[in-house]
């Protein structure tokens, strides 16, 4: 049964702002000519002189926010997660990882669930760039409440971070509100003996429904809501590997870097077990997000069957 | 503009030559680094630092209230470890750790190494920005302080150096001064082969700042320069410094050889003795 659909993670984002900005005054935030897409509008409107709309210039943007930071403020700057990450990397690079500037950058538009927009303006790789740089905490949310758990957590965290944020209203995965969250503390929301599913974002909800279909299949499924990708919960993935055998990642996101490379090291480190990975290996398209994720293999459905290969050896099949 | 100042013109241009010679000293015994640009830009950095003109405080060099210089032209650094020696922020004897390993004489200025750098700089387009971002920080808090940040006539090449011209002129900050180090050489040779950048009074008039252009090893003429650009103004203000690349070092002057070789030990001595006082 498909969860119901609650508000996008980049509007939860938007109303996370404004009441960071009602209670902390250095709060400033800027957007680089997509505030009506990212959210930051609700923000600009409430605290015109805290906001900057910088135009469609994001290495400039990033620039300004590290100067801003170095002057005590707590900048959060926001553009989609492709033209942020990739347009201003060298700015977050020198002027804020190697500063260590204290600079929230928050991506939307994350993933391929943008839809019909089309290639150049979904962030397939911003994640893997966010990870590359040091001392970034990185982050994933699943829905609106734990978006709204992890921009607060961000603004009260000293140091860089990267929060992905997604354009379609997202499954409701937290119905009662994320209260326990920590950054870098996976969420156990489902326990499981046979095999562990860890994903983060839109993955969440999908692995929570793979889950329901394996138990249906005899195969009882852990899941792990790893909604920080850096610093990463190793101790979770241990415990996982150790007690279910098999881990199953997912992200919306090219897996070459992301967060079922950073599973896989881990894993490697700590306690190897045979593992699947449900993510992009190219670019996609345009089209219905739904029928996006469906040919690019992010579904329920997807992480399920990757589960049954590695538990049930009947199933497997040459991939 | 009438301009007055108890610092005396002959003092600075000492402090100038005592400083050029700190530069080739530090790089002959690092035994590489960035002599020419380094040389074209340490008369105006010696006006900012020595001539009244900046607030800062050496034993505190994260002062709120300290004015804020910003060398976008990163591979210049010996020039600004010079003044923040001279300034009493490190001492003299660093100056001769410059590039080496386990010390904060970093290649190119780095902020998580030494508080006295404003901003980690060395890929080059990046510095106004951050500067505007001090700049606007300063509104927002109801502070006097102004950002002065140098670019490099070759990084005036960079995207983000006109996205920040733009953006500082839209934002209309009046405490942010650049200053041009217009030395007319890049790494593969004289600017306008490269990449030309004029007519780059006219462009930087057309993205809305308040120009001057100066001889910039004039001592008395960046002086005045500087006073023009504290005037209270809604727009952001910039120096066109036409400097020689290598100046005081005749062998160094408009050779490019020098934007990036250090001078050897011979190199060394007679450098030292064209800047002998």
Same mark, same amino acid.
């Given at each position: 049964?498909?969860?119901?659909?609650?508000?996008?993670?980049? @509007?939860?984002?938007?109303?996370?702002?404004?009441?960071?900005?009602?209670?902390?005054?250095?709060?400033?935030?800027?957007?680089?000519?997509?505030?009506?897409?990212?959210?930051?509008?609700?923000?600009?409107?409430?605290?015109?002189?805290?906001?900057?709309?910088?135009?469609?210039?994001?290495?400039?943007?990033?620039?300004?926010?590290?100067?801003?930071?170095?002057?005590?403020?707590?900048?959060?700057?926001?553009?989609?997660?492709?033209?942020?990450?990739?347009?201003?990397?060298?700015?977050?690079?020198?002027?804020?990882?190697?500063?260590?500037?204290?600079?929230?950058?928050?991506?939307?538009?994350?993933?391929?669930?943008?839809?019909?927009?089309?290639?150049?303006?979904?962030?397939?790789?911003?994640?893997?760039?966010?990870?590359?740089?040091?001392?970034?905490?990185?982050?994933?949310?699943?829905?609106?409440?734990?978006?709204?758990?992890?921009?607060?957590?961000?603004?009260?965290?000293?140091?860089?971070?990267?929060?992905?944020?997604?354009?379609?209203?997202?499954?409701?995965?937290?119905?009662?509100?994320?209260?326990?969250?920590?950054?870098?503390?996976?969420?156990?929301?489902?326990?499981?003996?046979?095999?562990?599913?860890?994903?983060?974002?839109?993955?969440?909800?999908?692995?929570?429904?793979?889950?329901?279909?394996? @138990?249906?299949?005899?195969?009882?499924?852990?899941?792990?809501?790893?909604?920080?990708?850096?610093?990463?919960?190793?101790?979770?993935?241990?415990?996982?590997?150790?007690?279910?055998?098999?881990?199953?990642?997912?992200?919306?996101?090219?897996?070459?870097?992301?967060?079922?490379?950073?599973?896989?090291?881990?894993?490697?480190?700590?306690?190897?077990?045979?593992?699947?990975?449900?993510?992009?290996?190219?670019?996609?398209?345009?089209?219905?997000?739904?029928?996006?994720?469906?040919?690019?293999?992010?579904?329920?459905?997807?992480?399920?069957?990757?589960?049954?290969?590695?538990?049930?050896?009947?199933?497997?099949?040459?991939? | 503009?009438?301009?007055?100042?108890?610092?005396?013109?002959?003092?600075?241009?000492?402090?100038?030559?005592?400083?050029?010679?700190?530069?080739?000293?530090? =790089?002959?015994?690092?035994?590489?680094?960035?002599?020419?640009?380094? =040389?074209?830009? &340490?008369? &105006?950095?010696?006006?900012?630092?020595?001539?009244?003109?900046?607030?800062?405080?050496?034993?505190?060099?994260?002062?709120?209230?300290?004015?804020?210089?910003?060398?976008?032209?990163?591979?210049?650094?010996?020039?600004?470890?010079?003044? %923040? !020696? #001279?300034?009493?922020? &490190?001492?003299?004897?660093?100056?001769?750790?410059?590039?080496?390993?386990?010390?904060?004489?970093?290649?190119?200025?780095?902020?998580?190494?030494?508080?006295?750098?404003?901003?980690?700089?060395?890929?080059?387009?990046?510095?106004?920005?951050?500067?505007?971002?001090? !700049?606007? !920080?300063?509104?927002?808090?109801?502070?006097?302080?102004?950002?002065?940040?140098?670019?490099?006539?070759?990084?005036?090449?960079?995207?983000?150096?006109?996205?920040? !011209?733009?953006?500082?002129?839209?934002?209309?900050?009046?405490? %942010?001064?650049?200053?041009?180090?217009?030395?007319?050489?890049? %790494?593969?040779?004289?600017?306008? #082969?490269?990449?030309?950048?004029?007519?780059?009074?006219?462009?930087?008039?057309?993205?809305?700042?308040?120009?001057?252009?100066?001889?910039?090893?004039?001592?008395?003429?960046? =002086?005045?320069? %500087?006073?023009?650009?504290?005037?209270?103004? #809604?727009?952001?203000? &910039?120096?066109?410094?036409?400097?020689?690349?290598?100046?005081?070092?005749?062998?160094?002057?408009?050779?490019?050889?020098?934007?990036?070789?250090?001078?050897?030990?011979?190199?060394?001595?007679?450098?030292?003795?064209?800047?002998?006082?």
């Amino acid at each position: 049964m498909p969860r119901p659909l609650g508000e996008a993670t980049r @509007e939860a984002y938007g109303k996370t702002l404004v009441e960071l900005g009602r209670e902390n005054p250095n709060i400033v935030v800027l957007d680089g000519d997509l505030s009506k897409s990212t959210m930051t509008k609700y923000f600009a409107q409430e605290f015109p002189d805290r906001f900057f709309n910088v135009g469609i210039a994001e290495a400039n943007m990033v620039g300004i926010a590290a100067g801003l930071a170095a002057s005590g403020k707590i900048p959060f700057a926001s553009s989609f997660a492709c033209f942020v990450m990739c347009k201003a990397f060298d700015q977050m690079r020198l002027a804020v990882a190697y500063s260590g500037n204290n600079v929230k950058i928050v991506g939307s538009h994350g993933g391929i669930s943008i839809g019909e927009d089309g290639v150049s303006q979904m962030g397939h790789e911003d994640i893997g760039l966010a990870l590359s740089l040091p001392g970034f905490v990185v982050m994933v949310p699943a829905d609106s409440a734990q978006t709204r758990a992890a921009v607060r957590a961000a603004a009260e965290h000293t140091g860089p971070v990267y929060i992905r944020v997604g354009r379609p209203k997202a499954p409701i995965v937290y119905e009662n509100g994320c209260h326990d969250f920590q950054i870098g503390k996976a969420i156990t929301l489902r326990d499981g003996r046979d095999v562990t599913l860890i994903a983060n974002g839109l993955m969440v909800a999908a692995a929570l429904d793979a889950a329901e279909s394996l @138990e249906k299949q005899g195969i009882s499924a852990r899941v792990l809501d790893m909604h920080t990708v850096r610093p990463l919960d190793e101790e979770a993935i241990e415990k996982a590997a150790h007690e279910t055998g098999a881990i199953v990642v997912a992200e919306e996101h090219l897996l070459y870097a992301g967060l079922a490379a950073q599973v896989a090291m881990a894993a490697a480190k700590r306690c190897p077990v045979p593992m699947r990975f449900v993510g992009l290996y190219d670019y996609a398209e345009s089209g219905a997000p739904d029928a996006l994720m469906r040919k690019y293999g992010l579904t329920a459905d997807d992480i399920a069957r990757e589960a049954l290969q590695l538990v049930n050896p009947r199933h497997r099949v040459a991939v | 503009m009438l301009v007055t100042t108890d610092v005396s013109i002959e003092q600075l241009e000492k402090t100038a030559r005592k400083l050029r010679r700190h530069i080739v000293k530090m =790089l002959a015994i690092a035994g590489s680094g960035h002599p020419g640009g380094s =040389l074209s830009a &340490i008369d &105006i950095l010696t006006a900012l630092f020595f001539g009244n003109i900046m607030r800062y405080n050496p034993r505190n060099p994260r002062w709120e209230e300290r004015d804020r210089f910003i060398l976008s032209k990163g591979h210049a650094v010996p020039a600004l470890y010079a003044v %923040l !020696a #001279e300034a009493g922020f &490190i001492p003299e004897e660093w100056l001769w750790q410059l590039r080496q390993i386990d010390t904060p004489m970093q290649g190119h200025p780095s902020v998580k190494d030494l508080p006295a750098v404003e901003a980690s700089t060395g890929s080059l387009g990046q510095g106004l920005s951050i500067g505007l971002g001090m !700049a606007l !920080a300063a509104r927002l808090d109801n502070k006097t302080y102004r950002v002065y940040v140098m670019i490099g006539d070759g990084e005036s090449e960079e995207g983000q150096i006109w996205e920040a !011209a733009m953006a500082a002129s839209h934002f209309r900050v009046g405490n %942010l001064t650049a200053i041009l180090d217009y030395n007319r050489y890049q %790494l593969d040779g004289a600017i306008g #082969e490269i990449m030309s950048i004029a007519p780059v009074v006219a462009k930087w008039e057309a993205f809305g700042w308040a120009v001057r252009e100066i001889d910039g090893h004039n001592m008395r003429q960046i =002086l005045d320069a %500087l006073h023009w650009a504290r005037a209270p103004r #809604e727009q952001p203000s &910039i120096i066109v410094a036409h400097t020689v690349k290598g100046k005081g070092v005749s062998f160094m002057e408009n050779n490019n050889e020098f934007h990036g070789k250090a001078p050897t030990q011979a190199e060394l001595e007679q450098a030292l003795a064209e800047l002998a006082d």
